[in-house]
């Protein structure tokens, strides 16, 4: 007999990790759309003939039906969506979307609306998949997007110090979350005009519009090189994940 307050949730979400349970069972962490990251128990997903076994797999987009109790989540029913086949074919592609789910694990919180969440990760899966966009670029693009959906927005609008919206260039100071131009003493990473305006574009712009742009291999690497300092910086360490793709460039 269920407890009067347990609660049927039906929702959408990216199995993020896996963890096998005995001979038969999973426990998996979804980055879901209506209750953010979830930690939950899956019977017999192990077995080949349980729909919930491609449905619970890593990096696995599913239509769930979950059962939420008090202390835990169980998975009664789950539908493949999207298996990303494509990233299995693509060491690097891979990597770095295993990389995207740990992000997520460690940036969304349990029971909060995390649709965009959500949307921002699966639409870097699919440009992966597809090849569409490159790896150099959709990295810097998750991270920012993640820590600004997150609380963690930067300041990029001017100057700390005088306003100044377009010295060139001007330093992103990591520790402090905002710019400063090198009239003013700026202390950090040195962005050009051009990699600058990327960030901006990551993190104020609506968000049909934030892979649609491109920037030069010389502003891409301080892009990439100042986003990620930053990320570092917020989680307060290096991901083994990202660890292992920046092993394979």
């Given amino acids: 007999m269920r407890r009067k307050d347990s609660v049927q949730v039906k929702t959408q979400g990216l199995i993020i990790r896996e963890q096998p349970v005995g001979e ?11 209750e953010g990251v979830v930690r939950a128990f899956a019977r017999r997903a192990k077995n080949l003939k349980d729909s919930k076994h491609s449905a619970t797999g890593l990096l696995c987009y599913s239509r769930l ?3 939420k109790g008090r202390e835990k989540y169980i998975i009664n029913d789950a539908f493949p969506l999207e298996v990303f086949f494509g990233l299995r ?15 997520s694990a460690e940036l969304v919180p349990e029971g909060v609306e995390s649709a965009e969440y959500l949307r921002l990760v699966l639409n870097a899966l699919h440009f992966l998949c597809e090849g569409t966009r490159p790896p150099a670029l959709l990295k810097p693009i998750v991270e920012l997007r993640m820590l600004s959906i997150s609380g963690f927005m930067p ?7 005088c306003g100044s919206y377009e010295a060139d260039p001007m330093a992103f100071q990591v520790s402090e979350a905002n710019i400063c131009c090198k009239d003013c003493g700026g ?3 040195m962005l050009s005009p051009a990699a600058l305006t990327a960030m901006r574009h990551i993190v104020y712009s609506d968000f049909g519009k934030i892979f649609s742009f491109q920037v030069s291999e010389g502003a891409g690497k301080e892009l990439s090189r100042a986003v990620e300092a930053y990320t570092v910086q917020v989680l307060q360490k290096r991901p083994q994940t990202l660890d292992f793709y920046t092993s394979l460039l």
């Fill in 187 to 189: 202390q950090g990473l």
């Fill in 89 to 103: 074919k693509d060491i690097v592609a891979l990597a770095l979307g295993q990389y995207f789910c740990e992000l």
């Fill in 24 to 34: 038969s069972d999973r426990i998996v962490t979804v980055l879901t759309k209506d």
């Fill in 65 to 67: 039906n979950l059962y």
């Fill in 155 to 161: 300041d990029l609008i001017g100057c700390t110090r």
